[in-house]
Structure formats: C-alpha cells, structure tokens
C-alpha cells in the first residue's frame, strides 16, 4: 500500500489561520450578543410598560390631596384658566436633535403607580447643544385638567398640577401639560418612592451640602421614619457636605416645609444631578447591578426599541453638560392664591410669557 498523501488544503496556512481566528471572533461576539439580549430581555421584562390608553378624568379617585393653609386670596375662576391665554401658542414636541421625557415621581409607597406626581421634571436632551436640561413643573402651580368638569359648570375644573396624574395618570398629565404649557411630551418614565432609596444606595450614597435648617429635617443614619413621625430622630452635625444613604437622600429631595416648593424642586434637580454624576464614572457592571435593583419600581409608556435607543446613546449623554436651574412658575412670575376646597397653590401671572420662556429655554 503507498503511503497516505498529506491532505491538500484549498487555502494557504496563512488564510486558514486567520480564518480560524475570524470564526472565533465572531462566536465570541455571537456568544457576547445573544448573552446581551437575554439581559436587556430579562431587565425590561421587569419594567411596567403602561397601556397609554383613554381614562376618565372625571373619575372619583382616593388620594390625599395635602391641601396648604388657606391664604384667604380668592380669585375669580377665569384667571386661573392658562389654556384660554396661550392657546394661539403652537404646539412643539420633539424636533431634530431635541427630545423631551417627562420624569415623574409618584407619591406612593406601595409598587405601585397610583397617587399624586410629587415630582413633575422635563428632562429635555439636545443632541444640538450638548446639554441635557431639567425643568421642573411645582406640583402646586394651578392648572386646567382638560375634561375634567365635576363641578358641572361647562369649563374645565382648576386644580394644582399633581392632581393630573392622579386622575388620570401619564395619559392625563401629557393633556394637562399640552394644553397649559403648549408642549407635547410622548414619553413617560414614572417612579415611585420605593425606587430612590435602592437607586442611591446601589450607588453608594451621595454626598450633599446640607444647611443647619436641613440637616434637622434628615432622618439620622439607618433609620426610615420621615420628619414629624412619631419616633423620628434627626441626623446631627454642623452645616457643610454629608455623606446621605438613600432614605436620608430621598427625605433630602421632599424637604419643603423650612422653606418653600420652589427649594424642594431644587433639592431634586440637585439629587438627580449628582446621580447622572456618578453614573458617568461608573463601570458597565456596576450600572446594570443598579438596573437590576431598580426597575421593577420603573413604569413608562415608551416602547422597548425607544427604551434601547436611550440606553444605546447613554455614554454619549454621559458627555453632555446638565442644566438644572429652571423651574415653573419662574421668579417672579406667580402669586399665592386659593380656591374653596383646595387649598393654596401658584397662580400664573403671565402664562402667555411663561410658555414663551419655557419654549425658548427648551428650542432656542
């Protein structure tokens, strides 16, 4: 019998090792995809995706409306109505490189969505400037609830602008917002007071200058009972920079009654700063070990591709500079007034200009 040939390969050496090396690579990368599938899959499978369908603004709902002191200021009902000042005001939404998410912080302490928004925030990215901007609408500004009319009188009911999601939810705070501030915000990412806690603290804390005022209305280390509860025990230390766990953080960002609302929403473009802060430094593991914890305390009507596509952009927008300063009603641009049964809120003394300002400080 002759000898076996050595086989003939159709490809030099060269060619099949760096063929070999291909196939290797691409199963790595095959293994790396399907592994990061099953990953996002398993983390959005955990966020409340919610059906962004009709309600019933007129619908009894059993909230606790936290009515101020009656300041005694009454007006008629008409100058409440910001819609009828600022309807010739076009409509704006996204448009090209800007887009708005509303953030909503929901005064609910069980897992679930249902109460007054305590936190109202436009978080608006501008692809064009680099900068990711935070307004905040005060949950006490009045505003017209569109299709709401329990008082039966033919005209939308004036109420404070927390009462919208309550009512109504998401679907019912974009109409309010559309029809009082002439902004069309499809997206919605809404938390509960759950989901701050967990958040900071699978961050590490955060460390925060606190006034001698504050620092009395911040439940000491390790302990969870809010201010003016029965057992509640103060942090100490002088005025200056203090490390704050989650808890201590999230009490922090509700603090108003040393001042006024207009400080808390500061407090909380404050805390939401210093954790994008953080994140930016952080590593891809630790961010996706603070996913886990947090989401299943996350609803939002975005869909799952909307949802990746921010997730996608996240380290370009780690690059841009945040803005926090701005609020409604501006400085300036409010009085105090009331209405029998609702106690006191911040009436608009120039919607027309205060839409104008928010657009121009969004768009311009």
Same mark, same amino acid.
């Given at each position: 019998?002759?000898?076996?040939?050595?086989?003939?390969?159709?490809?030099?050496?060269?060619?099949?090792?760096?063929?070999?090396?291909?196939?290797s690579?691409?199963?790595?990368?095959?293994?790396?995809c399907?592994?990061?599938?099953?990953?996002?899959?398993?983390?959005?499978?955990?966020?409340?995706f919610?059906d962004?369908? +009709?309600?019933?603004?007129?619908?009894?709902? %059993?909230? %606790?409306?936290?009515?101020?002191?009656?300041?005694?200021?009454?007006?008629?009902?008409?100058?409440?109505?910001?819609?009828?000042?600022?309807?010739?005001?076009?409509?704006?939404?996204?448009e090209?490189?800007?887009?708005?998410?509303?953030?909503?912080?929901?005064?609910?302490?069980?897992n &679930?969505?249902?109460?007054?928004?305590?936190?109202?925030?436009?978080? *608006?990215?501008?692809?064009? #400037?680099?900068t990711?901007?935070?307004?905040?609408?005060?949950?006490?500004?009045?505003? *017209?609830?569109?299709?709401?009319?329990?008082?039966? %009188?033919g005209?939308?009911?004036?109420?404070?602008?927390?009462?919208?999601?309550?009512?109504?939810?998401?679907?019912?705070?974009?109409? #309010? !917002?559309?029809? &009082?501030?002439?902004?069309?915000?499809?997206?919605?990412?809404?938390?509960?007071?759950?989901?701050? +806690?967990?958040?900071i603290?699978?961050?590490?804390?955060?460390?925060? /200058?606190?006034?001698?005022?504050e620092? #009395?209305? !911040?439940?000491?280390?390790?302990?969870?009972?809010?201010?003016?509860? +029965?057992?509640?025990?103060?942090?100490?230390?002088?005025?200056?920079? @203090? @490390?704050?766990?989650?808890?201590?953080?999230?009490?922090?960002?509700?603090?108003?009654?040393i001042?006024?609302?207009?400080?808390?929403?500061?407090?909380?473009?404050?805390?939401?700063?210093?954790?994008?802060?953080?994140?930016?430094?952080?590593?891809?593991?630790?961010?996706?070990?603070?996913?886990?914890?947090?989401v299943?305390?996350?609803?939002?009507?975005?869909?799952?591709?909307?949802?990746?596509?921010?997730a996608?952009?996240?380290?370009?927008?780690?690059?841009?500079? !945040?803005?926090?300063?701005?609020? !409604?009603?501006? &400085?300036?641009? /409010?009085?105090?007034t *009331?209405?029998?049964?609702?106690?006191?809120?911040?009436?608009?003394?120039?919607?027309?200009?205060?839409?104008?300002?928010?657009?121009?400080?969004?768009?311009?």
């Amino acid at each position: 019998m002759s000898a076996k040939q050595p086989r003939q390969h159709r490809y030099t050496k060269k060619v099949r090792i760096w063929t070999i090396i291909g196939s290797s690579v691409m199963a790595v990368l095959g293994v790396l995809c399907i592994t990061a599938f099953v990953l996002v899959t398993s983390v959005l499978g955990q966020i409340s995706f919610s059906d962004n369908g +009709p309600v019933d603004p007129n619908a009894d709902v %059993d909230i %606790d409306l936290d009515e101020d002191e009656d300041l005694g200021i009454k007006v008629d009902k008409s100058e409440y109505d910001n819609a009828s000042f600022v309807s010739d005001i076009p409509l704006r939404g996204d448009e090209k490189g800007i887009h708005n998410i509303l953030l909503v912080g929901v005064d609910s302490r069980q897992n &679930n969505f249902s109460g007054l928004s305590d936190t109202n925030i436009i978080l *608006s990215i501008n692809d064009n #400037t680099k900068t990711v901007k935070m307004i905040s609408i005060l949950r006490d500004t009045w505003v *017209s609830i569109p299709g709401r009319d329990k008082d039966g %009188d033919g005209q939308d009911d004036i109420c404070k602008f927390n009462t919208a999601y309550a009512y109504g939810r998401h679907t019912l705070q974009h109409k #309010t !917002i559309a029809q &009082n501030f002439r902004l069309d915000i499809d997206d919605y990412i809404g938390v509960n007071f759950q989901v701050l +806690p967990i958040l900071i603290d699978a961050m590490g804390g955060l460390d925060i /200058y606190l006034t001698a005022k504050e620092i #009395t209305q !911040i439940p000491a280390k390790g302990t969870t009972i809010s201010v003016n509860n +029965p057992g509640y025990v103060a942090m100490t230390g002088e005025a200056g920079v @203090h @490390h704050l766990d989650g808890f201590q953080a999230m009490e922090y960002a509700r603090i108003r009654k040393i001042d006024s609302d207009f400080k808390r929403t500061e407090r909380q473009r404050k805390v939401l700063t210093l954790l994008m802060e953080k994140a930016k430094v952080m590593s891809y593991t630790q961010l996706i070990n603070i996913v886990y914890k947090a989401v299943s305390h996350v609803d939002t009507n975005m869909s799952t591709d909307e949802f990746l596509d921010i997730a996608a952009n996240a380290l370009t927008y780690a690059t841009y500079t !945040i803005e926090n300063g701005y609020h !409604i009603p501006e &400085n300036g641009m /409010y009085k105090y007034t *009331s209405l029998s049964g609702k106690g006191s809120g911040l009436l608009l003394t120039d919607p027309k200009k205060t839409v104008q300002d928010l657009h121009n400080y969004i768009y311009g």
